[in-house]
T-cell receptor, first 112, second 113 residues
Framework: NAGVTQTPKFRVLKTGQSMTLLCAQDMNHEYMYWYRQDPGMGLRLIHYSVGEGTTAKGEVPDGYNVSRLKKQNFLLGLESAAPSQTSVYFC???????????FGSGTRLTVV | GESVGLHLPTLSVQEGDNSIINCAYSNSASDYFIWYKQESGKGPQFIIDIRSNMDKRQGQRVTVLLNKTVKHLSLQIAATQPGDSAVYFCAENMGAAGNKLTFGGGTRVLVKP
């Protein structure tokens, strides 16, 4: 049971490049989330999904898009990366009614 | 907007002593609270949670206290160990669709041998 798996773990992008971060969970969780964490700060919600085929904006959605085509996967896309998107990105999942989220180990993204 | 915050950014604790990490929240509608531990280079790890109909909950070496009157949450770690060194976050959930968590800024706990 792998839990929540994020790929890649590290990535360096040039300004204007695009990329997709993949999150996969094997716990059959309905809810999935993408957060970003900047140095010395807490996690801020980018986008989330309450089920396959549905997505919604979080606190800081600008510059990001997401897709939930399969229940177990939640993709985060950056269409045109900016230095302000340098951060550590965490994916999490949860089943309705259960306790805390299960987090992945993060993707460290640097935009130069 | 509504937010969750922490009083102390860094807490130094002698090994074996008890640790207390505090958290203030501002949204009286929040009905569920969670404490997470985050070690360097890792994702947040669930420690303990508490619902708003409770004022205390105990786990293994950890206790969470909730004071709804003053909107205050605390995490107590008994007999702090070197492995407890990490950043601790509190998070609140207002029970809306999707059960989105709002995280505080975090407190770093340093355990001195």
């Amino acid at each position: 049971n792998a839990g929540v798996t994020q790929t890649p773990k590290f990535r360096v992008l040039k300004t204007g490049q695009s990329m997709t971060l993949l999150c996969a969970q094997d716990m059959n969780h309905e809810y999935m989330y993408w957060y970003r964490q900047d140095p010395g700060m807490g996690l801020r919600l980018i986008h989330y999904s309450v089920g396959e085929g549905t997505t919604a904006k979080g606190e800081v959605p600008d510059g990001y898009n997401v897709s939930r085509l399969k229940k177990q996967n939640f993709l985060l896309g950056l269409e045109s990366a900016a230095p302000s998107q340098t951060s550590v990105y965490f994916c999490a999942s949860r089943h309705p009614g259960e306790g805390g989220y299960t987090f992945g180990s993060g993707t460290r993204l640097t935009v130069v | 907007g509504e937010s969750v915050g922490l009083h102390l950014p860094t807490l130094s604790v002698q090994e074996g002593d008890n640790s207390i990490i505090n958290c203030a929240y501002s949204n009286s509608a929040s009905d569920y609270f969670i404490w997470y531990k985050q070690e360097s280079g890792k994702g947040p790890q669930f420690i303990i949670d508490i619902r708003s109909n409770m004022d205390k909950r105990q786990g293994q070496r950890v206790t969470v206290l909730l004071n709804k009157t003053v909107k205050h949450l605390s995490l107590q770690i008994a007999a702090t160990q070197p492995g407890d060194s990490a950043v601790y976050f509190c998070a609140e959930n207002m029970g809306a669709a999707g059960n989105k968590l709002t995280f505080g800024g975090g407190t770093r706990v340093l355990v001195k041998p």
